[in-house]
């Protein structure tokens, strides 16, 4: 998983409340066991006119103009600014792949649905969580201004915006210390490698017939 630790990047504002998993990653497409591929039809329903299917050739499907994703302001957007409640719906970790897959590094909304929140953060996805006072401003800061950035210090805790305005957010300690060292559950798991090293070892000592 890629560290985390300052970062800055073009924000795609997503004004809609309640963004549920279908709509992050529709159903027909989890039929997949890679976890690779999923980026193209990150909000399918909503990028594309018609209905997607897997294995069709997005580059030849109908674009839906009036989508923030595929508006030229927006290209190659990073940092998804959205509203409350995003995530909620099924408990896919297929949403956060998608987003990922796509390029973003960061959500920012006022709240996010729970297990959603939790896979985005073992996916190598920052959700921040700020009051809505503070999207609602940023909301019109990315409205204003074409190519609005920000930038997101995680060892800080702090949304600095393009004015230099800054915003703490709140983040659980182990969390963020998994985010700023890129360890996922497995990198997690082999930090203690010699360990369950020496466990396996004594362990067949003690029982060979489970080696069999």
């Known amino acids: 998983m890629q560290e985390f630790n300052v970062y800055e990047g073009l924000v795609v504002p997503l004004d809609r409340e309640n963004v549920d998993t279908d709509l992050i990653i529709p159903k027909q ?9 999923f980026g193209p039809n990150l909000f399918d329903e909503l990028r594309y006119l018609d209905h997607g299917e ?17 508006k030229d302001r ?3 957007a990073t940092i998804l600014l959205t509203r409350k409640n995003f995530g909620c719906g099924s408990s896919r970790e297929h949403a956060p792949w998608a987003l990922t897959q796509y390029g973003f590094r ?3 909304a006022p709240s996010y649905a729970d297990i959603f929140f939790n896979n985005s953060f073992k996916n190598g996805l920052l ?8 999207v609602d401003s940023l909301f019109k800061s990315v ?7 920000i930038k997101v210090d995680l060892i800080n805790q702090v949304v600095i ?13 182990f ?33 060979p017939w489970l080696n069999i």
């Open 161 to 173: 915006t393009d004015n230099a305005n800054l915003i703490n957010f709140d983040i659980e300690p």
């Open 29 to 37: 497409f989890l039929k997949s066991i890679k976890r690779t591929g």
């Open 175 to 207: 969390r963020k210390y998994c985010l700023v060292n890129g360890l996922d559950d497995i990198s997690l798991t082999l930090q203690h490698k010699e360990n369950i090293r020496e466990f396996e070892n004594i362990h067949l000592k003690k029982y």
């Open 106 to 108: 960061v959500i920012i």
């Open 127 to 134: 959700p921040i969580v700020l009051p809505e006072d503070d």
């Open 143 to 149: 409205e204003n201004k074409v190519g609005y950035k």
């Open 54 to 70: 897997p294995g069709m050739d997005n580059s030849k499907r109908p674009l839906n103009k009036d989508f923030v994703l595929n």
């Open 74 to 76: 927006y290209k190659g």
